[in-house]
């Protein structure tokens, strides 16, 4: 499995994809973590980016898709751990501007209270 | 240095390890050779989608000249599809009207220098400049 989950105290559902998210099976794997987690009514989310090495616009398309189904539900997804080189492709494409990013988990989790 | 590569997705594995050898035969830091990988990623997952009628190999090939890093990328036998034509993507536009598409492109445009296209006896012929750091 490229992708791990679970639940956190307050209700916040915690997503861990790991390695290279590149429109295979590991991207299903993370577009089918993040309905789950809508269907079960996790309205606090967060995308823990740590372990991923490799994100090309497919897998930014998937996180655009999570950030777009939150928002409009008035639920809040947050990203954390993102690494220098997947930070320089939020800058250039301006997402710096849409995605909520913490840099730690912990202080991810904190600015939901 | 140059190599072919079969035109299926199980290939990316040793179109990686290719531009590893690359960045350390020329000495390419981390983040210029994110950006390379990151740019053949791109455009060779395009041509295995969105050429599927060639099943020739794709020829890639990474050279460095002083500062200036050139990257090439050969498909042979398909329909012209000029990229440095596609429309710019709107990143200012708000999540709800941006359209799917097209992100991949973009990201190339501004993480390279330039881009050239050249179609010639059905190849399709895509040139990347950058400029590394000394």
New interface residues.
Partial sequence: MAIKTSTLDGGIGLIEPRGAI???DETVELRQAIADFVERNYEKLIIDLSKVT?L???G??VL?SA??TY??KGWKVKLCGVN??ID??FV????TL?FDVSGTREEAVKSFS | MEKKFRKE?AS?GDIFTFTDECASAYKID??AK?SV??VV??FF?NMVKYNPESRNDVSISISRDGNKLVLTMVDTDVEQFDVTRAPEKN??AP??E?T?GG??I??AR??MDSIDYEYVNRSSKITFTKTLEQ
Avoid: C, H, Y
């Avoid at chain 1, 250039?92 to 997402?95: D, F, Q, R, Y």
């Fill in positions: 590149v429109g295979g490799f090309n616009s497919t930014i398309g655009v950030q777009t928002a409009k220098k080189n320089s492709i250039i494409t301006k997402l849409v | 997705f990316l981390d983040a994110f990988d990151l990623e791109e997952t990143t200012s999540l709800e941006r799917p992100l991949g973009q990201i501004k993480l």
